[in-house]
């Protein structure tokens, strides 16, 4: 099974910061990578597809990035909602596998 | 607009089997561009997939499991169900049930979660 590994497991910033959360799998999987933001209390909710499409809804200031074994989810200037835990999901081939997750904190 | 809501017991013995509903309004699971899944989160951890089922009845696991789940399908009633065998402390979690896109990927609705806790 493919292996995903997600980098840094928390990240402090400030509002206007630009942060950048990557993402590597064990063996290429082309583009077939989402992107999740989680609230506490709330279900995830998807942010990114295809390794850098924009879900419908999604602002702008989030974009992804990457292909082959290395992604990136970028946040352009972070916002005070944005303060959530980001995880990666591997979307290729079952089994479907998530990364550990980053949490994003304020600094 | 698609909701799911899941459906079941909150409190499972140890070596019970686990029974879950998830009903889908506002859309059909006999959709074929979409799969119908299940994912789990322990407290304070991270997110860890279950399985997904087509509107065909095929479905699919995650191996870590080691053959405990069983996903299915009611189309009569536009809903479909998980259950999860052998209960032990470890298998307590939030539980969602989500829609996962065929061809763009990605679990773009989600029910809002039950909270499944073992203990005798």
């Known amino acids: 099974d493919i292996q995903m590994t997600q980098s840094p497991s928390s990240v402090s910033a400030s509002v206007g910061d630009r942060v950048t959360i990557t993402c590597r799998a064990s063996q290429s999987i082309s583009s077939w990578l989402a992107w999740y933001q989680q609230k506490p209390g709330e279900a995830p909710k998807l942010l990114i597809y295809?390794?850098?499409s924009l879900q419908s809804g999604v602002p702008s200031r989030f974009s992804g990035s990457g292909s082959g074994t290395t992604f990136t989810l970028t946040i352009s200037s972070l916002q005070p909602e944005d303060f959530a835990t980001y995880y990666c999901q591997l979307a290729n081939s079952f089994p479907w596998t998530f990364g550990q997750g980053t949490k994003v904190e304020i600094k | 607009q698609l909701q799911l809501q899941e459906s079941g017991p909150g409190l499972v013995k140890p070596s019970e089997t686990l029974s879950l509903t998830c009903i889908v309004s506002g859309g059909s699971i006999s959709s074929k561009t979409h799969y119908w899944g299940w994912i789990r989160q322990p407290p304070g951890k991270g997110l860890e997939w279950i399985g997904n089922?087509?509107?065909?009845?095929?479905?699919y696991y995650n191996p870590s499991l080691k053959s405990r789940a069983t996903i299915s399908l009611d189309t009569s009633k536009n809903q479909f169900s998980l259950k999860l065998s052998s209960m032990t402390a470890a298998d307590t979690a939030v539980y969602y049930c989500?829609?996962?896109?065929?061809?763009?990927?990605?679990?773009?609705?989600w029910g809002q979660g039950i909270l499944v806790t073992v203990s005798s």
């Open positions: 089922i087509y509107y065909t009845g095929s479905a």
């Open positions: 989500a829609r996962d896109r065929k061809v763009e990927t990605g679990f773009d609705y």
């Open positions: 295809a390794a850098s």
